[in-house]
């Protein structure tokens, strides 16, 4: 199972990054430009959020 990170605005051809999940479901998304994002899960949209240039943990995202 993997999380999409969609950069909005971005530029289509790089704005997508794809990351796997391990087994217990957490994962480590590296050198994400700052700008808002939406989540898909399972090619669902389950969140929105905004990276600043800072690093973010304890996020959790489940299918709304």
């Excluded at 994962?27 to 399972?42: I, S």
């Amino acid at each position: 199972t993997s999380l999409e990170f969609d950069l909005l605005g971005g530029n289509p051809a790089t704005r997508r990054t794809q990351v796997n999940l391990a087994p217990d479901g957490s994962f480590d998304v590296l050198d994400l430009t700052p700008g808002t994002y939406e989540v898909y899960l399972f090619g669902r949209v389950v969140s929105t959020f905004q990276l600043a240039d800072r690093d973010i943990a304890g996020l959790a995202f489940g299918p709304r």
